[in-house]
Structures are given as structure tokens and as C-alpha cells.
């Protein structure tokens, strides 16, 4: 009677002898890096941590992946912020880890709020009119600027131009 195998000693077998080169642990060691970095800071804008836990989650990370875990945190904090939204936990998460300072991240998020808070009211206002003039007013029609693709573009925009300058000024 043949012995039967499990699907495990197949796949030992069958990769008996393979290793890894060094790129592909680096870029292994990096994905996991990633996987890693985006939790603890999805984690954060949930309220499943706090940012002092994130900041001893990111202190635990070896001494010789530090480095490219803060450059992974700094990429994903910047991809994250967003005008007109609720950014304070991910500046003072670039301050409490990074130790950069925040002040004048606040200072460039404000500047690029007001930009978005007048972009959005010009927008809501040329919606409205465009209802007007099809004979759809009064006071409980309101612009669904998230069905607008106009609102969407602009707002895209805005967002890529901010990021922009706070990856210049985090850089400096």
C-alpha cells in the first residue's frame, strides 16, 4: 500500500534546496515593513491605538529597519492627510515619532484647508445656480457635491498639491 503524504511533505520536497536571494529578502523584509506601518497607523485614525502605542509599536521595530520604517510612516502619513479632514493624529504622529515639527505642518494643512473650504462654497454655489436654472430650488435642495465629478477632480487636486508641499517641507 502506497504511503500517503501530506500536502506539506509535497511541498517540502519540492523546494528542498531553493533559497532566496538577497533582493527578494529585502524587498520581503520591506513588504512586511509596509504591512506593518499601515496597520498601526490605520489603527490609529480607527481609535484601535493611541498614538503613544503606535510610537512604542514603532520604537520595538529593529534598530537596522528603523530607518526605513520612518521613511514607510512618513510616506503613508503624507498619503493620508487630507484637506477638510481630521489630520491632528497623523501630524503628531510625524512629531512624536519622527520628530518633525508640527507646527509648521498644521500651519501648511491650515493654508490649504481655507483654499479647500473656498473651492468647496464656490462649487456648492454654481451647483445650486445650475439646479436654479432647471427649475429645482428652494430651501431644503442641497448640492450632492459627492456625486459631482467637477467637486471630485478639483478636490483631487487640492489634495496632490498639498501633499506636494508637505513632502517638500518634511524633506527639509
Given at each position: 500500500?502506497?504511503?500517503?503524504?501530506?500536502?506539506?511533505?509535497?511541498?517540502?520536497?519540492?523546494?528542498?534546496?531553493?533559497?532566496?536571494?538577497?533582493?527578494?529578502?529585502?524587498?520581503?523584509?520591506?513588504?512586511?515593513?509596509?504591512?506593518?506601518?499601515?496597520?498601526?497607523?490605520?489603527?490609529?485614525?480607527?481609535?484601535?491605538?493611541?498614538?503613544?502605542?503606535?510610537?512604542?509599536?514603532?520604537?520595538?521595530?529593529?534598530?537596522?529597519?528603523?530607518?526605513?520604517?520612518?521613511?514607510?510612516?512618513?510616506?503613508?502619513?503624507?498619503?493620508?492627510?487630507?484637506?477638510?479632514?481630521?489630520?491632528?493624529?497623523?501630524?503628531?504622529?510625524?512629531?512624536?515619532?519622527?520628530?518633525?515639527?508640527?507646527?509648521?505642518?498644521?500651519?501648511?494643512?491650515?493654508?490649504?484647508?481655507?483654499?479647500?473650504?473656498?473651492?468647496?462654497?464656490?462649487?456648492?454655489?454654481?451647483?445650486?445656480?445650475?439646479?436654479?436654472?432647471?427649475?429645482?430650488?428652494?430651501?431644503?435642495?442641497?448640492?450632492?457635491?459627492g456625486a459631482d465629478p467637477g467637486w471630485a477632480e478639483g478636490k483631487s487636486?487640492?489634495?496632490?498639491?498639498?501633499?506636494?508641499?508637505?513632502?517638500?517641507?518634511?524633506?527639509?
Open positions: 500500500m502506497a504511503e500517503i503524504r501530506s500536502t506539506m511533505d509535497i511541498i517540502m520536497e519540492k523546494t528542498k534546496g531553493l533559497t532566496m536571494s538577497e533582493e527578494e529578502k529585502k524587498a520581503l523584509k520591506e513588504q512586511e515593513l509596509q504591512g506593518k506601518v499601515r496597520g498601526l497607523i490605520q489603527k490609529l485614525t480607527d481609535g484601535a491605538l493611541n498614538l503613544e502605542q503606535v510610537a512604542a509599536e514603532m520604537a520595538s521595530i529593529a534598530e537596522k529597519d528603523r530607518a526605513l520604517a520612518h521613511e514607510i510612516l512618513r510616506d503613508e502619513v503624507l498619503a493620508r492627510i487630507q484637506p477638510g479632514d481630521e489630520n491632528e493624529s497623523l501630524v503628531q504622529i510625524l512629531e512624536l515619532v519622527l520628530g518633525i515639527d508640527s507646527a509648521a505642518v498644521k500651519a501648511k494643512i491650515g493654508e490649504w484647508n481655507r483654499v479647500f473650504l473656498e473651492k468647496r462654497g464656490a462649487r456648492e454655489k454654481e451647483l445650486q445656480r445650475e439646479l436654479e436654472e432647471k427649475g429645482i430650488h428652494g430651501s431644503a435642495v442641497v448640492p450632492n457635491l487636486k487640492i489634495g496632490q498639491r498639498l501633499k506636494k508641499e508637505l513632502a517638500s517641507l518634511i524633506e527639509r
